[in-house]
């Protein structure tokens, strides 16, 4: 199993909405995580805006081609894009850029 940890920033003005949302997250989009291989994915917010993402997959990479291939994401990705900062035109889906793992105990 592929543990993988990004990086976000939410736009600090829209840090309650953030949260809001995410604790309502579309059905259909729970739905099509779980089917394309998304585990244990976690979200963690600091009150700066730094956001952690956490999540377990056998394959990253087929995990993030699964969630392209569904209408679900593209609905859900446009309508979150405006929270993040430094996006530089990308979807928060495609600034997920895994971190580099130095160390895990098991």
Do not use: I
Request: charged share 25%; net charge negative.
């Amino acid at each position: 199993m592929q543990r993988v940890c990004f990086l976000l920033k939410v736009r600090q003005d829209r840090l309650a909405e953030y949260r809001e949302r995410h604790a309502a997250v579309w059905p259909e989009m729970l739905e099509a995580l779980s089917a394309t291989g998304w585990h244990n994915y976690s979200l963690f917010l600091r009150d700066d805006g730094l956001l952690v993402g956490y999540l377990e997959t056998e394959d990253f990479a087929a995990a993030q081609a699964g969630m392209e291939a569904t209408d679900v994401n593209a609905r859900w990705q446009a309508e979150m894009a405006p929270f993040f900062e430094s996006l530089d035109g990308a979807r928060p889906d495609e600034a997920m850029k895994p971190l580099t793992e130095v160390f895990h105990l098991a």
